[in-house]
């Protein structure tokens, strides 16, 4: 089997499989295509090379139509099939199967801060229990580094004041390597580690000790020690209170001030709380300050995931309810 070859990494994914046989299909295709082309250059080379001063020079041919659509068609359908195969694969690759298990993974120069969602924190380790699809959420402290992680065939930049997601569904126990994929300066090199892979019920073991506060309790704690439940009160509905409610926000479409909509997701969140008058929500002033450099990535996931926790919109789509959780 080819997999067999030492050419590739471990596949130790679901997704692994998937992505060495279209890698395969690219390279047997150019093999097959390089091969082909010199062939021919060096048959019709030798066969129809001028043997003799006496030898006639042959007439120009101006064209053949069958020749032409033949050889535009066929790469045509190889090139639409290959577009089609990878299309389909990135999309299986960018969107987190429902109930996938939430991970917060935090660059920094130079190591990776991951934490769990019962709070559990690791750093340059990533503990996950095979057959379960994780979803990680990753941004930067500082500048550009990659999450890379070969034998599960995952790669993804995680860039500065943006959330980035990624999922994988491991396959095996065991340990792979972990890698920053993004120069990140001088320590880039050593910026990596393990994922280690566990049996479901030694990740759950592994899982429950140690935990200290949850996501969600530590960003209960700094809403309050920020003062935002001064102007984020949930009272009731009819009270008027300075800043929007929280119940029901996550997932909800905001009307914005000045026309427009957003979805309340990560992105959004994260904006209002650096920058609160990027966008305002509909009938309430933008009065509110800016809590730039007064957190950091950790603590702003932290501040999300209580932001979650504070209630789901209807209309939000699954995967956010089982974010909410
Ligand atoms: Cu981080 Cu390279």
Redesign the pocket.
């Known amino acids: 089997m080819w997999s067999d070859l030492p050419l590739w990494p471990d596949q130790a994914s679901t997704s692994a499989a998937q992505v060495d046989a279209l890698y395969l299909f690219l390279i047997g295709l150019t093999i097959f295509l390089t091969a082909l082309i010199c062939g021919l250059v060096t048959f019709f080379a030798v066969r129809y090379r001028r043997r003799g001063p006496g030898d006639p020079v042959p007439e120009a041919i101006e064209g053949n139509t069958r020749l032409e659509i033949l050889w535009t068609v066929i790469p045509f359908c190889i090139v639409m099939g290959l577009f089609v195969w990878s299309a389909a694969l990135y999309v299986h690759l960018s969107r987190p199967p429902d109930g996938a298990m939430q991970v917060n993974v935090v660059?920094k120069?130079?190591m990776w801060k991951l934490q769990h969602l019962n709070g559990r924190r690791e750093i340059n380790e990533l503990h996950v229990p095979a057959g379960s699809a994780v979803e990680l959420t990753l941004t930067s402290e500082d500048v550009i580094?990659?999450f890379y992680v070969p034998a599960f065939r995952v790669k993804a930049d995680v860039v500065p004041g943006r959330y980035t997601s990624m999922w994988f569904r491991a396959t095996r126990p065991g340990t792979y390597h972990l890698f920053?994929?993004?120069?990140?300066g001088t320590k880039?090199s050593g910026?990596g580690g393990s994922v280690i892979v566990m049996e479901p019920a030694a990740f759950q073991a592994w899982l429950g000790g140690d935990t200290g506060e949850s996501l969600v309790e530590a960003g209960t704690r700094l809403f309050g020690e920020l003062g935002c439940a001064t102007c984020h009160v949930d009272a009731a509905a009819d009270s008027p209170s300075r800043g929007p409610k929280l119940a029901g926000l996550w997932g909800s479409e905001v009307t914005l001030h000045g026309g427009g909509t957003v979805t309340a997701d990560e992105a959004y969140v994260r904006e209002s709380i650096l920058d609160p008058t990027a966008k305002i929500t509909e009938g309430y002033p933008g009065v509110m300050p800016t809590f730039r450099g007064l957190m950091n990535e950790e603590q702003m996931l932290q501040l999300i995931a209580y932001v979650k926790s504070r209630g789901v919109a209807e209309s939000a789509p699954p995967a956010r309810k089982e974010a909410a959780q």
């Open positions: 660059g120069r130079w580094h990659s920053c994929a993004e120069y990140c880039h910026m």
